[in-house]
């Protein structure tokens, strides 16, 4: 058997593979394994160990150095408004564009970033938190902020026709820089219990 560990907010979730399942599960598989566990749907799930995300689905999940002991952070949220799978063309309508902006910040993002503060304000508050794990929530929050730093790229090359658009594009640029603003103080905390 082969015994690890699911973090997910607050809640700790043992798992036990035999060596077999162990050495054949892909990424996608153990996603719907946590799944069962969390209710949180495969897609809007990210999964951490030892500071990277581990995205390649079709991987085995021993190849991103997952053992015996090992610690698995979840992140991802029960409720999302599921935003289109692909971004839209850069000739779609303006209002189309800043919708599925304000969709993907809000449904996918912002979900994530209240769940990764909500796991480093848990590990701000040990007495002696773990470096390995403190490193691994760094390492989101730098991947958080290349995220929403992508989303003001957008927003940036977004031409303004109207008042209407150039104000949803402004709320949409003061609400993503809010995120980013919240992801630079979390980092900022965490690192400083690495010193």
Known sequence: MVSFEIKWGTKRFPIELTQDEFDTIKVSNFKVKCQQLTEV???????????????????????????????????????????LKTPPKADAPIATRLLW?????????????????????????????????TNQLINYGNYMHEKLMHILQQLD???????????????????????????????????????
Do not use: F
Not at 107 to 120: G, N, T, W
């Open 41 to 83: 749907e495969p897609q809007y799930m990210k999964l951490l160990a030892y500071g990277a995300i581990l995205k390649n689905d079709e991987e085995l999940l021993k190849n991103y150095k997952i053992v015996q002991g090992s610690k698995i952070m979840l992140m991802g949220s029960k409720t999302h408004i599921s935003p």
């Open 157 to 195: 090359t977004m031409p303004e026709v109207n008042d209407k658009e150039r104000l949803e594009r402004k709320e949409n640029v003061k609400e993503t820089e809010a995120l980013l603003d919240l992801i630079e103080s979390i980092k900022t905390k965490l690192n400083g219990i690495l010193k």
């Open 101 to 133: 902006t304000r969709n993907l910040r809000e449904s996918v993002l912002k979900p994530d970033i209240k769940l990764y503060e909500k796991q480093a304000n848990e590990q701000l508050s040990q007495s002696s938190p773990e470096p390995k794990q």
